[in-house]
C-alpha cells in the first residue's frame, strides 16, 4: 500500500528545508524560505482570481490571476535548481527558465494594461487601506532592489533570480498603489493613466528578464573575462602597482566560488602570490589561478 500522498510532501518539504539550511548561511536560507512560503501564498491568490473572473466573466480578472501565477512559476523555477543541484553550472539553466517565464509573463501584464487603457475601470479605496497599500509597495521596492544589488554578487545565481523576481512583482505593485492613492487623492479621477503605468512597470519587468539573461550570457561565458579584468586592474594599481594580470578565462568549483585563470605579465615572488590571491578573493569576491605554472 503507497505512503498518505500528504506525508510525502510534508517529508518532501522537510527534507529540503534541512537540505537548504545544511547548504546556506542563515541570510540565504532564510531567504529561499520565505520565497517558498510566499508562493504558496501567491498560488492560492491566482487561482482565486482566475476563480473569480470566471464567475463574473471577466478576462481580465483571469489574466491577472496568470501574471500572478506566472511569477508563482518564475519563483519555483529557481527554488527548484536550488533544491536540485548545488553545481553552478547546472543551476544557470533553472536561472534561465525564470528569466524566460519572467519576459513572458510580463508581456501579458502590458497587453493587459494596454486594454485597461482603452477600456478603464473605477475602483474606489478607503485612504488608510491606500496609504497602507503604497507604504508596503515602496518598502517592497526599497528591500528588493537592495536584494537584487547585494546578491549580484552571490556564488548562488538562483538567489539573485529570487530577488529580481521580486522587484519586478514589486513594480508591478506600483500600479494598484496609484490606483489606490489616487481614488481617494483625486477629485476627477483618470483610471486610464493606471494603463499607461501598468504598461511602463510590465517593460520595466520585461527589462529585469532581459538583464538576467543577458546576465547568465555573460557570466557563463568562460572567456569573457571584462569584468574580473577591470576589478583586478582596480585591484593592482591600488594595492600592488608594480604587478600586472591579465584574465584569461573563468569557472567555478563545486562549491560555487568563481576562479579566473591568469597570466603573469610581471614576475612576482611566492609570498607576494599569496597576498594577491587572499586580496582578490576579499576585493573582488573571486579566486586566482595562475596559469603560468
Partial sequence: MGRNPFKKGVDFLKASSNEIQASYNTAASRTLHLAGLSGAGNLLLGFFKIASGVLALSIFTCVNGCYTLGMVLARY?????????????????????????????????????????????????????????????????????????????????????LKTINLATSLISLVLTQAAILSFADEIQNPASNGILGALMGACAVLLGVYMLLRMRRITNTADCRREQKALNRMMKKHFPNYALTAVEKGFTEQGAEVVSVHLLTSIAPEMWKQVCEEAEHRCRFQLKNIDG
Avoid at 479605496?125 to 509597495?137: K, R, W
Fill in 77 to 161: 523555477c529557481a527554488l527548484a535548481g536550488v533544491i536540485r543541484t548545488k553545481d553552478i553550472s547546472k543551476q544557470y539553466r533553472y536561472y534561465r527558465w525564470s528569466g524566460i517565464v519572467l519576459i513572458v509573463t510580463s508581456c501579458l501584464y502590458i497587453a493587459y494594461s494596454i486594454r485597461m487603457y482603452f477600456h478603464p475601470t473605477y475602483t474606489a479605496y478607503h485612504p488608510y487601506l491606500a496609504m497602507g497599500i503604497a507604504t508596503v509597495t515602496f518598502v517592497e521596492i526599497g528591500f528588493n532592489l537592495r536584494g537584487v544589488l547585494v546578491f549580484r554578487q552571490n556564488r548562488s545565481p538562483l538567489l539573485h533570480a
